[in-house]
């Protein structure tokens, strides 16, 4: 989603949905059921997403 700011720029709102009961880890899924740890990694990709974006002069946001 892109928005414009009252500065002039635009801002992007980046969104890691929820995955139910399999954690996504690359192309690999893993059941969350038989994990022993849960592991709290951030969503890189959105995150080089978001830089890239910010470079271009956006505003972003990742939720």
Do not use: F, W
């Not at 892109?2 to 899924?29: E, F, W």
């Amino acid at each position: 989603m892109v928005k414009s700011h009252p500065s002039g720029r635009k801002k992007a709102l980046l969104i890691n949905p929820p995955t139910g009961k399999y954690m996504r880890d690359d192309r690999c899924q893993a059941p969350v059921e038989s994990m022993t740890a849960q592991p709290a990694r951030a969503p890189m990709d959105l995150s080089y997403m978001a830089a890239t974006l910010e470079q271009a002069g956006l505003l972003c946001k990742i939720k």
